[in-house]
Structures are given as C-alpha cells and as structure tokens.
Nanobody, 119 residues
Framework: QVQYAESGGGLVQPGGSLSLACVASRSIVGVVMGWYRQAPGKARELVAGISSGGITNYGDSVKGRFTISRDNVKNMVFLQMNSLKPEDTAVYYC??????????????WGQGTQVTVSS
C-alpha cells in the first residue's frame, strides 16, 4: 500500500518561513499532488496543488506567500511557506489524487504535520 509521509512542521513566528516535504513510497509520476490544511474547528481546505507536469494552483489565502513544487524522481512534493501568519496555524496534510488507471480514482493522505505560527 502506498504511503505518504510529511515532515517539516513546527513553531514559527509571524512573518517567518517554513518548508514542508512529503515523500511517497512509490512513483508520483502522473499523480496530482497537493497540500491541504485543517485548523481546529474548521473544515479541511486546499492550500496548493500541482499536476505531474508542474501546473500549480493555490488557495486565495496563500497566493503570493506559498510555493508548491515537486520532484518526480525523488517522489517528493514540497511546500515553501513565507510571510506566515497566525491564521496559517493548522495541521498540514499531503494529498495524492491518482487517476492513472482509467475509471479509477484513488485518494491518499499523509498523517499530517502541525504548523503553528505564534509569537
């Protein structure tokens, strides 16, 4: 069974930066990868997504501050977070949307990593 493991969360002051990484246990070529987050009492929301070819999209609240990227050779996806705000505090989840097989859609989640923005 494929697994996705996040790393890089932690505590950072407002205005600071943090980098997250997600590594997959098998190839992510052809898989749409993304980062989602969930704050206490709120629904999980899309932070950023990236196609296998590198096309990206971002949630409105992080545009211009966060950057998603991927390395298909290392089976990894990254999230660079700059100018962090207290409202960015949440558990961040790596997501894989696998539609490589015709008619089959498989969704995978990592275990999540906590990001806390506080002074």
């Amino acid at each position: 069974q494929v697994q996705y493991a996040e790393s890089g969360g932690g505590l950072v002051q407002p205005g600071g930066s943090l980098s997250l990484a997600c590594v997959a246990s098998r190839s992510i070529v052809g898989v749409v990868m993304g980062w989602y987050r969930q704050a206490p009492g709120k629904a999980r929301e899309l932070v950023a997504g990236i196609s296998s070819g590198g096309i990206t999209n971002y949630g409105d609240s992080v545009k211009g501050r966060f950057t998603i990227s991927r390395d298909n050779v290392k089976n990894m996806v990254f999230l660079q977070m700059n100018s962090l705000k207290p409202e960015d505090t949440a558990v961040y989840y790596c997501n894989a949307d696998d539609r490589r097989r015709l008619g089959v859609r498989l969704t995978y989640w990592g275990q999540g990593t906590q990001v806390t923005v506080s002074s």
